[in-house]
């Protein structure tokens, strides 16, 4: 099923045109993307392997969830969407704290460019049970909770696709 995605200026704001997320892709357009840091009481991170079949830095560890905002969506909505459908794990719009907001351009290939605004959310749990976790299996390779050293040594040797300018701010909350 095709994605549908709304293409933003350079400010980050809707032009009004809706393109595919492949040709948002293939021409370098900017669209949105929601990106979520489930933390456990211990402040532990859930952090997900992304499949080896993913187009963009396949079978690298990221964060606890991500997508692209949905033609007409909001940010929030697609982190509560996206939560649930890679993890299982269902959270409310009323649990995303927004930390931080950023562009993010890479060239994957010749025929991929990134070209994202990404919304950052914080999700606080008591208790992150990975063992009752169901993976999306197309999206999700594997999962597990990282402490602090342990993701910035992840950092560190470069096994993640966590961009390092809301590094700093994902760490506040794992303290």
């Not at 293939?26 to 992304?50: P, T």
């Amino acid at each position: 099923m095709e994605e549908y995605v709304d293409v933003l200026d350079e400010n980050g704001k809707n032009t009004g045109e809706v393109t595919t997320r492949k040709i948002a892709h293939q021409k370098g357009l900017c669209h949105k993307i929601s990106i979520v840091a489930l933390i456990d009481e211990n402040g532990k991170l859930l952090m997900q392997q992304r499949s080896i079949n993913k187009d963009t830095e396949p079978g690298k560890w990221d964060l606890s969830a991500a997508g692209h905002v949905d033609a007409g969506q909001t940010s929030e909505e697609t982190a509560v969407r996206e939560t649930y459908e890679e993890l299982g794990i269902k959270i409310n719009t009323n649990e995303l704290k927004k930390v931080s907001s950023f562009k993010y351009i890479i060239k994957i290939n010749e025929n991929l460019l990134v070209n994202h605004f990404s919304d950052l959310y914080i999700v606080k749990r008591p208790n992150i049970d990975i063992k009752n976790i169901k993976m999306q299996e197309s999206e999700v390779q594997q999962i597990k909770m990282c402490g602090l050293q342990e993701f910035q040594t992840m950092l560190d040797n470069n096994d993640t696709v966590v961009a390092t300018n809301y590094c700093k701010e994902i760490m506040k909350y794992m303290k």
